[in-house]
C-alpha cells in the first residue's frame, strides 16, 4: 500500500524558515521523481519543486530547497523567508515521471502551512 505522509507544517512569521518533509512508503522511492506542490487558498496546485530520480533537483521559487534521502526514503522542502503568499496545503507527489505527477502519481494528505505577519 502506498502511502506518503508530510509532516512539519504549522503556523509560523514572515521571515522565519520552515523544513517539510514527507516519508513514503510501498514503493520504490529511489524510482520515483518527488515534487512538492502548494495549494493557496482558493487556487489550483502549484509546482514548487522537483527532486528528480536522477538525483537532480529543481526549485521553481527562490526561496524553496528541495533534498532527498534515498535511505529514509524521504524528501524535503526547505523554505526561508516565509512570505504571506507561502501560505497553503503543501503536498508532496511521488510519480515515476514528474509531468505526469498531476495525472498519475501518488499524493499525501497534505501539510498546512500558514505565515502570519
Known amino acids: 500500500q502506498v502511502q506518503l505522509v508530510e509532516s512539519g507544517g504549522g503556523l509560523v512569521h514572515a521571515g522565519d524558515t520552515l523544513r517539510l518533509s514527507c516519508t513514503a512508503s510501498?514503493?520504490?522511492?529511489?524510482?520515483?521523481?518527488m515534487s512538492w506542490y502548494r495549494q493557496a487558498p482558493g487556487r489550483e496546485r502549484d509546482l514548487v519543486a522537483v527532486?528528480?530520480?536522477?538525483g537532480e533537483n529543481t526549485n521553481y521559487e527562490d526561496s524553496v530547497t528541495i533534498s532527498r534521502d534515498n535511505g529514509k526514503n524521504t524528501v524535503y522542502l526547505l523554505i526561508t523567508k516565509l512570505k504571506l503568499n507561502d501560505t497553503g496545503v503543501y503536498f508532496c507527489?511521488?510519480?515515476?515521471?514528474?509531468?505526469?505527477?498531476?495525472?498519475?502519481?501518488?499524493w499525501g494528505q497534505g501539510t498546512q502551512v500558514t505565515v502570519s505577519s
Open positions: 507527489n511521488a510519480a515515476q515521471s514528474w509531468n505526469l505527477g498531476p495525472l498519475t502519481g501518488y
Open positions: 510501498g514503493f520504490n522511492f529511489r524510482d520515483y521523481d
Open positions: 527532486a528528480h530520480k536522477s
